[in-house]
């Protein structure tokens, strides 16, 4: 860490910090922007001043006019002012207490809460305690709980374990600043930390825990940022918030660039010549199981085990993992014939970089339907008979920023229209009955889907054309035009009034008073909803944040957005960018409309109401042309 300073403000900027300050302690609160105009209007801009702030000093609180808008001093605001430097070492403690509890439990999310920093101000008045904590509640930016009076929680992610030992502001400005961006060459830091992930997996034989390993590397470097900073083609993703360990693991170049793993990139090629083998004498259903696999290629069977997981999810190699008679067995495709005659891994490295360029020439060539269709029945009939196991929607279906497993089987990349219609096409596999969902998963019951016997035997007889739905056809008078996802709190004050005003214009609402009967499935009833709609209006209030249904729809609409075949649109209303940002990341980066203020004891205003109606229609004016 380098010598760590606090940022030097322009006169002007000084002066507004000073007058935010003395505002605050005069009068037990923050004033508002216009007060400030006024008052200051022959010395400085107020406004532009506060924009050319460095950040963390002040903050804007939301309002629903620049009258009502309130200038908030943050932490590093109160750091630069004289006489606060204990609510900054309370914040700091609370940093390296959040941090104590990562370490020693890192499984579990810290908390941090209001009765924490009061333990820490104990010698502070009550009214002056009532004025500091929400300027620190407000400036541990996680996620929790924020109510505007009583106790409150703040729950850090993994990424706070790198204040163990801050003890400035200084210091807690460097390395809160450092956000890490996969490098193009890996460094020495780097390598190390493969090689350490390597080891524990030689050691072990499982891929260690991620969030067990990052607390543990701590004595050899800050792994949390060497792990984002390798390029994925190294290693697996890591989620980074959730409170659940993930196992960590390598690619096949991850190993190779460990520098500890030529026993088992020779032990590598000699498998993939026993699979090439296996191919040309088996070429109707090529398999092998492990135990077979190792003596043949003359490795042992705990190197074979461990470096087939890794083969199985290069999907360059074309070969998969399952289970035949309780025996591990490897299945083969004609894939593998490209990497014939290897004689080292760098060979590899290399035919795989050309197939590589193969494919890119021929990724704008167009898929057929039929194509579609069957590769996506012929990925899951890889899975056991015995519908053990299951795949992911989306894991199929992929990402347009990450490509899913269709892609790779049909060695195709997708356009976005692509994706699009390989949704419908699985969606209508499964009202054919050839695909069909296992409602095994709490969070989205209706995309974990197995194959069905009759699927298999049309996979069999080479795929028949398509047979007629076992639901009647959908006819265009019976879409919505938008499902409207909502907590049932704010149901009176906004979604039934929307809801009539949107049929009073001629539009179609799905909302669960008007479309769920008596004795109906929720849950299937809510999926087809959403996938008849052609928007998803999102309402998120503080009740919906805390809701579980409106958080599966949203999860469920977020994950037909992102394979291209539905847009969500949302609507904020009574809270502010940064609860967004806290509790729904991916939907603060889009384009919302607000509500502001809002309470859902009263009807909104009919002009807010309005408002989003236009702004529907604008929508729907654009999908049609």
Known sequence: MGIARLPELTPPQRRLVDEIHSYWTRDRRFPRTVALSVRLRKELDVRAVAKSMPPDVIGRASAHSDDEEVLKLQILGLALCSGEERIVDAFLELLRDAARQAISAPNSRPVVTRTMLRAVLKDVPQEEFDLVAPVVRDSLLWGGTEPTTGEWTREPSLDVIRFENVRTMGEYLELASVQPQEVGVLGQQHIALLGEVYTQWCRGGEWPGSREFIVGYRGKGDALRLLKEIPTRYRSEVQWSSIESKRFSLTLDGIAFSGRADADLTAFVAMVHVLVEQLESSPEDARITIPELARRASVLEPTASRMAEVMAHDWALGVSLGHDDSRSTMRVRDTILTYEGIRTFEDFLSRREDRARSNKMRENDEVDDAAIRKGILEMFAELPEDASRHLNRSNVLGR???PGGLEHHLNHTFTIEERGRADRLMRQLESEGLLAPTWSDMVAPPDWLIITSPGREVLREGLAPRRESVAPARSQDQEFDAFLCHASEDKTAVVTPFASLMEKHGLKPWWDAGQIGWGDSLIRTIERGLTQSRFVIVFISETSLR????????????????????????????IDHASLENNHPF???????????YDPSREVAAEDLHHLLDALKAELSRLRE
Do not use: C, D, F, H
């Open 587 to 597: 939907l603060a980066e889009k384009r919302y409309l607000t509500i502001q203020p």
């Open 400 to 402: 347009p920023t990450q």
């Open 547 to 574: 809701k579980t249904w409106p958080e599966k729809e949203l999860r469920a609409a977020l994950n037909l957005e992102v394979s291209g075949s539905k847009k969500v649109l949302p609507v904020i209303m009574g």
